[in-house]
């Protein structure tokens, strides 16, 4: 139990992780329209922290999945 | 599991809360309207002020007497009772400070892209809360958060060091959250700095001292609901003024190509060309000034002395003459003042000779090492902002509210919702005040300026200061200067919009400090209520005595921070930066290894928090006169100390893994934890796990204190 709280939260801060260090590092690509065509300013005022609130909606799910299984 | 009847009780409350709040929201927008509709029939606009803050003052007040308390429970942690939704409104509101709600919209206009490290940073960090802390405190399910330091970490030892951090970083967060109070009550109202920080703090004091955690829940929640219409009506305003839209997020995505246009058009503007010139010829002049230290010290000031004798023997004009005779008596008193005070200068006249930052690109530089500085240091401040966010001890106590430990993560969850409708909001506002002081300010002629403009610079030149540098009768975009804290205060009054929505503006942004001051006073009078009197001197106290020198504490450190507040001499934005790096490298890494390595010890937890705090405290102070002249015994002209360039807002950073390494190294080299220790993390861990075996005195006695 513990240890699959574990992975949950080893995997879910990569993901966290990975949008920080992506937001700046991929910044440029950002602004010039090469990634999804979107401006860096947009990804890192908006969408940054709309995918912490997601990441932490998907703990709540899986842990209250986690909590009705036998 | 909750009960039948247990849980349509909690059902019956949940829908008195909605009900108590709708018709809450309901009478604060008739009082707006009536307020509206009275300015529009001449209510003059002070008037309208004091109407604003007395109303909202005395309903926090009359929130705080009815839910006045002397129990334990009920005064410390709510009686652990509050919905998920409603305490992550609360903890919004406690997390929204005066720095959030003036400050992000601010560094967003002054350093566009760069800004965003703040909104990333400052949201960020409840990933880490809700993954990492908030579920295991609210199992641990004590009172503050020395509390945990002291069961998990055994003795008296830990917990002091907990309370110390605490008090540490509250209290400098406390003291920006008062000067933020005084700055907004002498706007609201043209009363002076000093009287009116005492007047909030009377109507914060009622709240916080009468009914402790379960008053200031409550009335967070109200405050939430003030700040979020304070946001809401000015930026909706504009949007649709602007880009005929009520969405503002959509209006500043249309707006944002034209003031990137509107910026390059100032660029090319002879005038904006020529003033930026006679602002670098200033800073030039200072620069030759500090490399001729410290002889320049002496010659300058004979060369002001000489001119001062001419002035007076030609008899010249008065104000020249008091102006020089200023000069003169601010003077710097030896060659080391001359060059901190010329440093300043030197910075703040090479500022105003830059170029102004592009909103929308990021890490504008022409120079790719430049660039990749700004870079740096935009992700060491987010990760700094975050680990500090998760760190908090404010914020952290709010895990003790809840009803469970899933109601734990809930809250953080709705209280990072709740955040976020702020947040995306604070890009609107700037991409707003920027387009109207682009169309509406520069390029007005001095004589024309703005109503609001001359009020502004009245109240306050370190607030707005337009200048005519070049003396030609027009406003140029460098003679402009704009503090950080006046963006949100001014966007009602740059917009064209009536007094109320500015007073409305600045009731929201008290409402944010006072949330934000009530429960950091909590924090602190409550970690040295239980944790110092109650744990450590007198363990026998009774319950009811104890809430009793926590509201004495509390009475006490709120007037001693008012004290300090009046005398401070720093901005918000870099106390609260301070406060963020201390909670980021003492309190989390060592809440953290409390939780997820159980070899963790006390040794190691207290050895931690001290290195990381003094890391901190260390890399803040690297570059000042103190520590490069007195300490050091540097050269006045050495290169900057800084690490890997990155600025000290951000010295938390290099705090935290320091603490993480200490803590690791000295556990493994002192010995292990006992197993009551062992099983009490095994408790915090599971979620059904039961009560662990007391077999130290420390932790049996936190157990006894739960079951009461």
Known sequence: ?70 | MTGPSQSSSSGAFAARLRRSYIIFTLSFVVLILVLGWQESRGLPSQWVGYAFLLSTVCLYAFIGIICRTSDAREYYVAGRAVPAFYNGMATAADWMSVASFMGIAGTLYMTGYNGLAFVMGWTGGYVLLALLLAPYLRKFGQYTIPDFMGARYGGNMARMAGVLCATLCSLIYLVAQVYGIGMITSRLTSMSFELGILIALGGMLVCSFLGGMRAVTWTQVGQYIIMLVAYLVPVVWLSVKHAQTPVPQVAATRMLPTIDLLNNEVLRDPGEIEVRALWAARADAMQARLDALPQSWATERAKMRTELHVLQAQRSSWVDIRILERELANYPENALAARDQWIKARNTYRARAAPPTAQGPPFPSADSEARALQQRNFLALAFCLMLGTAGMPHILMRSYTTRSVSGARRSVFWCLFFILLLYSLTPAMALFVKFEVYTQLVGTRFDELPIWANGWSRLDVQLLDVVDLNRDGVVQLAEIVLSNDMVVLALADVGGLPYVVSALVAVGALAAALSTADGLLLTVSNALSHDVWFRFWSPSMHAARRVLISKGLLLLVAFLTAWGASRVNASILALVSAAFSFAASSFFPALVMGIFWKRANKWGAISGMVVGLTVTALYMSLDSTFMRHTLLHLPLDAPSLLWFGIEPIAAGIFGAPAAFATIVVVSLLTPRPDPATNALVDFIRYPGAGMPPSTTESVSDEWADTSR
Do not use: K
């Not at chain 1, 991929?26 to 990441?55: I, M, Q, T």
């Open chain 1, 1 to 70: 139990m513990w240890r699959r709280n574990l992975i949950y939260i080893a995997v879910l801060l990569s993901a966290w992780l990975g949008i920080n260090v992506g937001v700046v590092l991929l910044a440029d690509c950002f602004e010039s329209g090469a990634v999804a065509g979107r401006r860096a300013y947009w990804v890192a005022a908006y969408w940054a922290p709309v995918s912490y609130l997601a990441l932490i909606g998907i703990y709540l799910w899986l842990m209250r999945t986690h909590r009705r299984q036998p």
